[in-house]
Every structure is written in C-alpha cells, then in structure tokens.
C-alpha cells in the first residue's frame, strides 16, 4: 500500500511539474474569500490601529464579505474619537476618514471641522511626500462623505509644483527634498496625492505639468520588471507587492481625475494583474490587502480592464473524452463583454513546430460563461502540449475598455488509458542468449512467476506500451526493483527502444551489486507517466538467485533502515514468575500471640489502679492543662514513632518525624514544667 502512494505521489509530481511549465492564472475566488476570513481577524472586536482596520474593511468590501456589524461599534468608537480630537496626527486622521467611508460612523453635514483645519493646514505646511499624501487624499475624503463642503485649494498648482519637485528623471519619486534617495513605492504615493490636488483644484491644472507627469510615469515603466510566464512587477526594498501595489493605486487614482488621458502599455497591464493573481494567497494580512486592492483598482479604471483567460483544468482525458474549456473574465471573476476565444494552434511537445490544431474557435456556453471545444482532430493523441489562444472583442467600442493578451500559452496534458502488450520475463543463457524459461505477464494485475537462475545466467523483461492511436508511448518513469528477503533493494531503469521496452540483466556484472546475495528476490515493475491513466505497480513475482561466495574483500550489504513507527506498535509480551509466599501460622495462634502482647499492658494499667495514681497535681487552667495533656500526648506519638520504626518505617524517615516531635515535646514540656514550678513556689510561701 506504501509502494502504491508513493507512485502516485510520483506521477502527481510529474503533473504538477507539465502543468506549471505554463502558468495558468486563475481569478479571485471563493478560496480568496475563506481564507480572508482567517487573515483578517479582529482582537475583542477591534484591530490595533486604524489603518490595520481599514486595510481588513476594505479587502473584506472588494470581496464581498459582510463583516461590518461585528466591527462597527469599537472601530467607529475609535473613528469619532480621532475626527474630534485636535492633537491627531495626519496619518491617523487620514485612517480615520478612510474607515468613515466604509462603516458611515459620521456622515451628512457633520463634518468634522478641527480634522478640516488640521488637514488644510497639513498641506499648506508639508515639506514631505507623506505629509501632502495624508493632507490631500484626507481632504478628499472629507469632500466625498461629507456633502456641501467647499474643500477646494486656492494654490492648488503651487502646491502641485511643490509635490512634483519631490520626482526624479527616471519616473521614480523622494520622500523629501532633503532625502536623494528615490523610490517607486514613493512614486504610487505621489500620483495618488496630485490626483487629489486635480480633483481639489479650483480650475484645471496646466497642461504641461500634466503632460510631464504622463512623461515621467512612461519612464517609470521602464523599470518594470518581468518574470519568463509574462509577468511585470515593481520591485523595491518595501517588497514587491507593496511596490506594485502602490503604483497601481496611484495610475488608477491619476486616470480617474479629470482632464487626463493616461496611455498605458497593455501587455503590462495585463502582465501587471498576472503578477497579483500568480501570488495565490498570501498568508500576510498587509500583502494580501495590497494584492485584492491593487487588483480592484485594475477591475474597475480608466485606462484598461484587463482580461483573463483560465482553465478549470489543464488535463484532458481522451478515455473519457473530456472537452477543452476555458472562462474568460476579469481579474475579480466578473463577467467578461462579448468576446470570442480562438485556439490558435496547439503544439507538441514531441514535435517541431508543427500543430495539430489550427485556428479552431470554441462554442460559448452562456449558462456556464464557458467556451469549450468538445472534438478533437484524429490526430490528436496522448502527450503534452502547448494550446495558444487568442481572445477577440466583438464589439470595437469595448477594446477601448478592456486589454487582452495577443496570445495566452497554456500546457495542456492529454491523458488516456496506455495499452500494455506483449509482456513477457525470461531467464536466458548467458553464453548463447538461447532461452531456458519464459513466462506471459499481465501486467494488470499482480502475478505469481516463480523463477530461478544463477549468476551465468540473465534475466530479461520487455513490453509494448502503444497510445490509443497505436504509437509507440515512452513513459516517463518505468523501473524494475529486486528485493532480497533480507529487505536489500535493487532498482533498475527500463529503456524504450524502437516499439518495445526492455531490460536485461547480465547475474554475471551484477554480483557485486547484488552483495553475492544468493536467495529470493521479489520482482516489482513501476510504470508511470502523467499522460499514463493507467499507471501501475505490479508484483510480477519472485526469482531464486544462485549467485557465487562472497569474497573476504568484496562489500556488505548496508544495513536497513528501521522503521521510525515500529517503536509505537505491540512490545513483545513479557512472562514473569512471582515468588511463591510463604507459609503462615494459623489464625488461631495468630490471635493467641496478640493477646499474649496485650496482656502486659492491661496488666500494667491494673497495676497503675491499685497502686493509685497521684494526679493532684496536674494543672487545673485551661492553659496549663492543654499544654500538659499535649505534653503527655507528644510523648505516646514518640513510643508510637518507635513502634513504626520496628514496623515499617526507615531510619532516616524517622529521625526526620522525631526531630519535629522532639522540638514539639520542649515547647510544650517546658510550659508544663513552668506552672509545676510556680504552683509549688506558691505551696511553699503559704
């Protein structure tokens, strides 16, 4: 059963390997929206800051996940407290309005005028990127949720020459003017922030400022990097999803202001929107905002929508006779416009150039939004492939909208069940290759071949495995193992040659492999392959091996590893003979024994009565009495001590409990001892 997991874990891997050659970009899904569940997780119904609230606010809204009513109370308890408040800094203040948009803690004509003062005084006095980000995009918001506020700023292009100063030649911008360092995260900050500045301004900006913002934003794209599927990103020391991110959201906010036309490249748009959803799902709570925010702002901006084209699978079974569907949608999994999917060519793996499909459109299927081709061409057999699509708008107004690949390379593997024949196992003369036994297989199931051979001798094995189309199919992993009853395995590759796949085993130049281990091997044939449906590991059967002594010199077999579980399972049952008891008296002389060593006692108890005990002057106080009988019953717990010694007890237990009794005895002894003392100094002096 072990043997059986690990090949299947083998031709997993082997899938996995064939199908990420190409990387197939998925949109965001329901895998998304659970896992943002765990991400996002408030403490005692609130998060530590503002901004850590309202990056879990915003991701959960662009996802569509309803958690506001479990967060509203605390955090708007927090909002109102930092819009009233005159000492906030900008940056809370920003956060602040940021979570106002999304739970409407205040809203209507309650604007909050010391913010208003605080954030129009912020952006007469910044000197930094970040205090003109948090001032600017503060305003905006106040101007967005609160309704009949005039927030427009009078120097408007002042300060828009102010920020732009702050950008370097190659696109990227500095924090301060003080800083020379440059940097593209910082370059998202600044178009946000004189996008905001457009929007607040009271007439239209110059052109020419415009014109060379544009400039440097094309610049800025010049240092895009790329990955080899066709993915673009930013890369900075904040990371590159932080990076990309922030420039994202900067165009985004740029091209939405008014009077600007941003043109961007498309296939780095849409290389940009494969980086985000190539990252899968980060486990970081900062990432994966940056990763859904960056990919809302691409579903829904001025320059270009961009378009995915997915597969819900890449492996097609010829067996089943599976059909080829692909969706094409936006990032955030939205319907797509009216397009049209074309598979372009579709080359092998096996072949050069050449393509067994060319140009064949696929059906669209409106219940599923899928495309699918439901036949294949003749020639279209078992192996790995390369599917080249093309996606086309129908309708031209849309292509100023959205933005595709020219071309969309995806691995496909066609599976099918392999045809296994001819297989047989042999042991042959060494000298002559004349056959002494030979025996059928069906490789379908496990056999009982009983063989025997010696060291002068081979073994050979050979099959025929053909597609469905009757080529030739060489599997990617096909191996024959020998394993010895003392656990030694041997591992042995079968080639494919011509139409048939064979090993031979020379017994002669493999007896120092084989450690001259003469005795039962067991034969095991795996044969797997991704295309392969039916991938097998078969137990074919076992062979006697008579091989020569071991030399002094030659090597030993290594030892076997022990099983790590093994030490969990049954322990071997332990037998044990207890010593016989001995044996006792009888009971009645048992009992005569004790009341022979109670007699003594009793006796002296009697004695004690008729002699008359004086006990005249034993205290009559409370006080003295009590320590008197605690002195007399301190000294029967020492004769008692004694006698738990004799019994059972050790030396050492008991001089421990009479030192405590000892200590208990002087104390009390000498406060009985005291009032004797004193009663007979009062006898006397009477």
Known sequence: MMERGLVRFLVLILAVSICGAASVFQPISDSHRSAAVDVFVPVDGSFKSLEEAYEALKTLEIL????????????CENVVKVLASPSSTLKDAFYALSVNGILKCKSGQDVPKDIVSKLQAGVKDAKLLLDFYYSVRGLVLVKEQFSGTDLSLGDAEAIFRSIKALSQSDGRWRYSSNNPESSTFAAGLAFETLAGVISLAPSEIDQSLIQTLKTGIIKLFDRIQKYDDGTFYFDESEGPISTTASVIRGLTSFAASDSTGLNLPGDKIVGLAKFFLGVGIPGDAKDFFNQVDALACLEDNRFSVPLILSLPSTVISLTKKEPLKVKVSTVLGS????????LAQALSSGSKGSSVINNQELKFDADS??????????????????????IL????????????????????????????????????DSDVGSVESQKKLDLTKDGAVSLSANHLQKLRLSFQLTTPLGHVFKPHQAFLKLKHESQVE?????????????LVLDFLGLVEKLYYLSGKYEIQLTIGDASMENSLLSNIGHIELDLPERPEKAA???????????RYGPKAEISHIFRV??????????LVFLGLIVLPFIAFLIGLTRLGVNIKSFPSSVGAATSALLFHGGVGAVLLLYVLFWVKLDLFTTLKALSLLGVFLLFVGHRTLSHLAAASNKLKSA
């Open 335 to 342: 319907k797509a416009p009216a397009l049209s999917v074309k």
């Open 581 to 590: 008891p001995e044996k006792l008296p009888a009971k009645q002389l048992s």
């Open 556 to 566: 030993h077999p290594p030892l076997q590893p022990t099983d790590p579980y093994s």
């Open 369 to 390: 939004t899928t495309y699918f081709l439901d036949s294949f061409p003749k020639n279209f057999d078992v192996g790995k492939y390369t599917f080249v699509f093309e």
């Open 393 to 428: 708008l129908d309708e031209s107004a849309n292509e100023k909208v959205y933005i595709t690949e020219a071309q969309t390379k995806v691995s496909i593997a066609a599976t099918a069940a392999i045809s296994i024949e001819n297989a047989e196992i042999a042991v042959l």
């Open 490 to 502: 041997h591992i042995f590759l079968v080639k494919t040659t011509g139409k048939k796949s064979e």
């Open 64 to 75: 569509g996940i309803d958690k506001k009513s479990g967060l509203s109370s605390a955090t």
